[in-house]
Every structure is written in structure tokens, then in C-alpha cells.
């Protein structure tokens, strides 16, 4: 009988540093807001310190057609 054991997950990328860079086709002060590019850098923010690489720098860019 197999038994399922729970662990919690093993930070692979310990120590990496990365830069997040998101863009959006919205003007500056509304591409801030969490429904444009704000909730994905939240998501990723979540899923880099779960891998745990540290998180050097986060860029925004708007008004990218």
C-alpha cells in the first residue's frame, strides 16, 4: 500500500537572482494597477521565493505595442 507523504517543496534555485520584467500596452499610472501587469509580478514574486531565488529587481514597461 503506497502512502502519500506531504513535503514541503525543496528551493531548487537557492541563491539565483532574477529581475522581473513585465510589459503592458496601458499608460504609465495604469499599468500599476493589480488588473494589468501588477498581479502577474504578485504571481511571479510567489513562485520565485517558493523556488527561492531572490528577487533583484522588478521593471514595468508601459505603453509597449
Keep these: 500500500e503506497a502512502k502519500a507523504t506531504l513535503k514541503p517543496p525543496v528551493p531548487l534555485l537557492k541563491g539565483k ?16 494597477l493589480s488588473s494589468q501587469s501588477r498581479g502577474a509580478v504578485r504571481a511571479l514574486r510567489t513562485i520565485m521565493k517558493a523556488g527561492g531565488v531572490k528577487i533583484h529587481k522588478v521593471v514595468n514597461i508601459p505603453n509597449s505595442y
Design 17 to 32: 537572482k532574477t529581475i522581473i520584467v513585465t510589459a503592458s500596452g496601458s499608460p504609465y499610472p495604469y499599468n500599476q
